[in-house]
């Protein structure tokens, strides 16, 4: 099962990208963020989709095949769940689309941490050990939002390692995000899902969209098929070696369940 998450930006055309891809031949789910001006093009999808998103805030939702069994399974202003099965397990399936940065750095990282805190104390309360975290966490996967609290995450792993991490007394399961391998040149694709120059710094090029997979779910993982898209369908995403902004100004990310 293929799962790729694209904040469209509030772009129809992004949209109409999506629909422009097979959704028969395989099980196929697209989360999807930022689309509370253009909801009226979510409708125009083909007979072969079907959608589910937040009708209020416009901020999360998911476009996916018609025989892939999935129900909303709750959800508030910053993100939704959604469950659906792999190969007959259950699992959840979390998008997320957190505060931009953009009028205030400071006070974004801060109400997205707290929010992040939030949606895994939601998703550890359902005891489910099958999880996917996706989508635009408008910040990089720094210390302070990978730590036991927050998303309790890493960018590597080992089947060895254990499933669950104990602090103080507590258990919450490890997710891994091999998004977070392919920041920087040496990446198979671009090197980034987002370009945000600015003036103090000289990274330009971030992965703020980015996919968690929790541990035991790893080992469905294909991990070669897992990467920062440049193109839907046929058409190219990148202008100028940047995110063509006439589209989106986000690249999508993939990843794949075998």
């Known amino acids: 099962m293929e799962f790729i998450f694209w904040n469209v930006n509030n772009n129809a055309h992004a949209v109409d990208l999506i629909n422009s891809i097979n959704f028969t031949d395989q099980k196929r789910i697209v989360a999807i963020s930022e689309f509370w001006n253009i909801k009226e093009s979510l409708e125009r999808l083909s007979s072969t989709k079907a959608v589910w998103h937040d009708e209020i805030h416009g901020r999360t939702g998911v476009i996916y095949s018609k025989h892939i069994p999935l129900r909303p399974y709750g959800g508030e202003k910053y993100f939704s769940v ?39 104390d939601k998703l550890n309360s ?28 890493t960018d590597y792993f080992n089947s060895k390692d254990k499933s669950y991490k104990t602090c103080e007394g507590e258990k919450r399961i490890k997710f891994y995000s091999p998004i977070q391998s392919f920041s920087g040149d040496i990446s198979k694709g671009p090197p980034g899902s987002y370009y945000y120059p600015m003036q103090t710094q000289s990274q330009a090029w971030h992965i703020f969209d980015n996919a968690l997979v929790s541990y035991p779910l790893v080992e469905y993982l294909d991990r070669e098929q897992c990467e920062i898209m440049s193109n839907m369908g046929e058409t190219e995403l990148l202008k100028n070696n940047r995110p063509n902004k006439q589209i989106s100004d986000h690249l999508p990310i993939k990843i794949k369940l075998a």
């Open 126 to 153: 359902f005891k489910n050990e099958y999880m996917i975290i996706m989508g635009d966490f408008n910040m990089p996967l720094c210390n302070d939002i990978t730590d036991f609290y927050h998303l309790n995450a």
């Open 82 to 120: 959604y469950k659906t099965q792999h190969k007959g397990i259950e699992m959840l399936l979390a998008v997320v689309h957190l505060k931009s940065q953009y009028r205030s750095e400071s006070n974004s990282a801060r109400i997205n941490l707290n929010v992040v805190k939030h949606i895994l």
